[in-house]
């Protein structure tokens, strides 16, 4: 205790007893590291939150407080209204139920293609099994933009034009080969013990993959999912290229449409955009205990 103290010899102090202060306790040594981190990880959060703090304070402001005061400042009148207008003159409703069918159907639709493919490539043993991974892997690198002309000439031919179907299924072309590449090294870390146990046991090969296999890829789906969601929520050259009547738009197109003729109303723009990013915010909060784990599944074989 740091309020001890220790007795001396008497034989060495001529029988007297003479009290010797004990040595001050160990403090405990700071951890820079740690602190160096957390100022690291505050300014960070800083950073990437000032934007949004900015954009919801324009959101409630008026005109004239946009044009007149920095974007720090608090508005003079909280102008909520400027929720309602946007909803009222981009038809978020008509645009945000589109774009929500579309993801719905093509996420997990894609996601479970994309996981009976990649567990075919990783278990069950075929010829040319590694060059079709390899096929998908460079098919994952061809850039959008590159097959939009092919693209609505064949929308066009099969009569699918401006349709979420026509929509629905260039999404889940482009998607799918990124999925199977990111699920395929998820699958080959499972342990060939789990699955050999199972056909002792009887289990099918699609019993195995939806009993056994599946369940354990929830980490890697929950983080697949997240990212699919927000890349579907979000594209723009597909559906910008696709969809023509704006009953059909989704987010992105009616984002553009809204600032191209409502270019100098910063208030229900910004509005607009924010209540354009919530279903994105919910998703992610939903999953993003999983996405951590899922992001490196599969980065290395156990």
Request: charged share 10%; hydrophobic share 55%.
């Amino acid at each position: 205790m740091s309020g001890a103290t220790i007795l001396a010899n008497p034989a060495a102090s001529g029988g007297q007893v003479a009290a010797v202060p004990a040595p001050p306790a160990n403090r405990p040594r700071r951890d820079y590291v740690s602190i160096g981190l957390w100022i690291s990880l505050a300014i960070s959060a800083l950073v990437w939150a000032l934007p949004f703090v900015f954009m919801f304070l324009t959101s409630v402001k008026s005109r004239a407080d946009v044009n007149t005061a920095p974007p720090w400042y608090l508005p003079t009148e909280w102008l909520f209204s400027n929720y309602a207008d946007a909803v009222d003159t981009g038809n978020l409703w008509v645009t945000g139920a589109n774009s929500l069918l579309v993801a719905v159907i093509k996420v997990p639709l894609g996601l479970l293609l994309a996981a009976a493919a990649a567990y075919a490539l990783a278990r069950l043993r075929f010829r040319f099994s590694k060059l079709v991974l390899g096929l998908l892997a460079a098919g994952s690198m061809v850039p959008i933009q590159v097959g939009l002309g092919p693209l609505f000439t064949t929308m066009l031919s099969l009569d699918l034009l401006d349709t979420k179907l026509g929509l629905i299924l260039p999404y889940l072309a482009f998607g799918i080969p990124y999925q199977i590449f990111m699920l395929y090294g998820f699958f080959r870390a499972i342990p060939d013990e789990l699955e050999e146990s199972a056909r002792i046991d009887g289990a099918s090969t699609f019993r195995i993959f939806w009993q056994i296999c599946l369940p354990l890829a929830k980490p890697a789906l929950a983080a697949l999912f997240i990212l699919d969601f927000v890349a579907t929520w979000n594209e723009y050259a597909i559906a910008a290229t696709l969809l023509q009547s704006q009953d059909n738009w989704t987010v992105p197109l009616a984002v553009l449409g809204f600032s191209g003729q409502h270019a100098t109303d910063y208030g229900p723009l910004n509005a607009f955009i924010i209540m354009s990013a919530v279903p994105v915010l919910i998703v992610y909060l939903m999953f993003q205990r999983y996405f951590v784990a899922g992001a490196f599944s599969g980065a290395v074989k156990g």
